[in-house]
């Protein structure tokens, strides 16, 4: 383990505490402490063998007494490059810890172990520790399977080991649970000497007919889309004679039905090329901007000190530019900060993109970034839904649950007109009736389900996903901390959708959970408190 960038030892320490690799929090369900170890966030480039073993034995064996305890190893998305320290400093940090800390150890919980490490563990491991250390070893393939063994308030889990377990359900089980660290950690191209060479046989090199192009996929699903469209407004017309002397005599009555599913047709086409907002977009915003900013106002006070015949030098001229670019993201990190201010939380950058997070937002894997207020991401429209395009989605589908009544009344007009006609249009138009039954249910419930959110100020992901969220896990779960009121909520999410910085929301304070957790009574109601 080699610094590459020179910092002094405290500075290393500081860095060791901030990033919290090691955490003293909780007890296993045998009652032992929890020492948990984000291997993500270890520094190995920056930390120094002496300076991590004078960390360990100042900062955390005290406070792990003379107890039993436990260790919890967080493996996901660790970069052999970046944090791994080298088997020689393994062995010197692990031969530095007192024999009495090594007897008290009594398991290791090893999250998403990966192939490469069980491998290593397997030849090396019983050579490197003594004491039994690999036999204390328990590997969790899963973080559900460790609720097995510890409870799940008693630990922080950083919410990128909870999406690594996502896509590890969306994978065929050809690797018997042997996962390899996720495909983006290092950003490259897949070598031998890399674990991604060894991720996974479904999103390797070796058997690329198990993995679907998402761009060809999203395409065929879009062209589908529109041939159902068309073959339920064709089968009308071929088929209900009726419907076409109607439309002979009153056009205006099939041009507004045609006319809603050009509308709707248009509406999922600008949806699904809609941006949703994305958190690096919003970083180069807000760079701009204060850029933009601080250069005019540097333009006013030289031109005011030339009037005044002084001259004044800055030196933030590259400050600017480099914000111009984009590549400084200060402002967007105090922006992010004060977003933050109610929390104790201070790791909000993504393992993936290395973009800092504002509250709501999620890294989606199948676009690959980091969404502002991630909703979902729809298969169908090949797109995420989230901050810039939640309103044209929810838009999208009042028009296709209003497209889908006009057509099944359509489709049952003809069957009460010509029901013991021809048997076998019969049967299509019944099948075509089912399937858009059906759809239509789905359909008015996403709706409903959605104007809800809209109410409440929420999304899907926060919704489902609200116990994985670090900064919403204290808060009860019938109040909506983002709320404003239904009406403010329904602005907001109508009127305040196109600037992607203005309408970031802050995590609330504890006063405002304190008064919203207040439930209403019939004043309130009277009184609108509730809008």
């Known amino acids: 383990m080699s610094c590459n960038t020179?910092?002094?030892?405290?500075?290393?320490?500081?860095?060791?505490?901030?990033?919290?690799?090691?955490?003293i929090k909780g007890k296993d369900k045998r009652?032992?402490?929890?020492?948990?170890?984000?291997?993500?966030?270890?520094?190995?480039?920056?930390?120094?063998?002496?300076?991590?073993?004078?960390?360990?034995?100042?900062?955390?064996?005290?406070?792990?007494?003379?107890?039993?305890?436990?260790?919890?190893?967080?493996?996901t998305g660790v970069n052999r490059t970046d944090n791994f320290p080298g088997i020689s400093a393994l062995r010197s940090i692990y031969d530095a810890i007192p024999a009495n800390v090594k007897e008290n150890l009594e398991a290791v919980y090893f999250i998403h172990s990966g192939l490469q490490a069980r491998l290593f563990l397997a030849t090396f491991g019983r050579f490197l520790f003594s004491s039994g250390l690999y036999g204390k070893l328990r590997y969790i393939s899963r973080v559900d399977y460790l609720w097995e063994h510890v409870k799940r308030k008693e630990v922080e889990i950083p919410e990128f080991v909870f999406d690594h377990d996502d896509d590890l359900e969306n994978r065929p089980m050809m690797d018997y649970g042997l996962e390899s660290d996720h495909a983006r950690v290092d950003g490259g191209p897949p070598t031998f000497d890399s674990p991604i060479s060894t991720y996974s046989m479904s999103n390797g090199p070796m058997l690329p007919v198990f993995?679907?192009?998402?761009?060809?996929?999203?395409?065929?699903?879009?062209?589908?889309?529109?041939?159902?469209h068309v073959v339920y407004i064709a089968i009308l017309f071929l088929f209900d004679g009726d419907l076409v002397e109607k439309t002979r005599?009153?056009?205006?009555?099939?041009?507004?039905y045609l006319l809603l599913c050009a509308v709707t047709l248009i509406?999922?086409?600008?949806?699904s090329i809609a941006s949703p907002g994305y958190a690096l977009n919003a970083m180069r915003a807000v760079n701009?901007?204060?850029?933009?900013?601080?250069?005019?106002?540097?333009?006013?006070?030289?031109?005011?000190?030339?009037?005044?015949?002084?001259?004044?030098?800055?030196?933030?001229?590259?400050?600017?530019?480099?914000?111009?670019s984009g590549s400084n993201a200060s402002d967007w990190s105090k922006l992010v900060a004060d977003l933050y201010s109610a929390s104790p939380i201070r790791t909000w950058t993504c393992t993936y993109c290395n973009v800092e997070q504002p509250p709501r937002t999620k890294h989606c894997h199948d676009c690959d970034k980091c969404v502002l207020q991630f909703d979902h991401h729809c298969v169908w429209l090949g797109n995420c839904i989230g901050q810039g395009n939640h309103c044209r989605f929810w838009w999208y589908l009042c028009e296709e649950t209003a497209l889908c009544l006009w057509t099944g009344f359509l489709y049952v007009s003809y069957l009460k007109a010509h029901i013991t006609w021809v048997w076998w249009q019969d049967v299509i138009v019944i099948l075509l009736l089912i399937f858009l039954a059906i759809s239509l249910i789905f359909l008015l419930l996403l709706m409903l389900f959605h104007s809800y959110l809209i109410l409440t100020n929420q999304t899907t992901y926060e919704l489902v996903r609200r116990r994985?969220?670090?900064?919403?896990?204290?808060?009860?779960?019938?109040?909506?901390?983002?709320?404003k009121g239904v009406c403010r909520n329904v602005y907001n999410f109508c009127c305040l959708r196109s600037s992607l910085y203005n309408s970031l929301d802050p995590l609330p304070l504890p006063e405002e959970i304190a008064e919203k957790s207040i439930p209403y009574t019939c004043l309130d109601v009277v009184t609108c408190r509730c809008c």
């Open 31 to 75: 009652g032992r402490k929890i020492l948990r170890i984000i291997g993500k966030f270890f520094p190995a480039r920056l930390v120094n063998v002496d300076v991590m073993n004078k960390y360990l034995e100042e900062r955390v064996f005290p406070k792990l007494g003379k107890r039993k305890f436990c260790v919890l190893y967080v493996h």
């Open 211 to 228: 993995s679907l192009p998402r761009r060809r996929s999203s395409l065929w699903l879009k062209l589908a889309f529109v041939t159902i």
């Open 288 to 324: 701009e901007r204060n850029a933009v900013y601080r250069q005019t106002s540097e333009t006013s006070n030289q031109s005011a000190s030339s009037r005044n015949g002084s001259f004044i030098v800055t030196v933030e001229g590259n400050l600017i530019g480099r914000n111009v």
């Open 6 to 23: 020179i910092i002094s030892e405290i500075e290393q320490q500081k860095l060791l505490e901030k990033l919290e690799v090691f955490k």
């Open 468 to 483: 994985r969220i670090n900064y919403l896990r204290g808060i009860p779960e019938r109040v909506h901390p983002f709320s």
């Open 267 to 271: 509406q999922y086409f600008a949806t």
């Open 249 to 256: 005599k009153e056009p205006w009555y099939t041009a507004l």
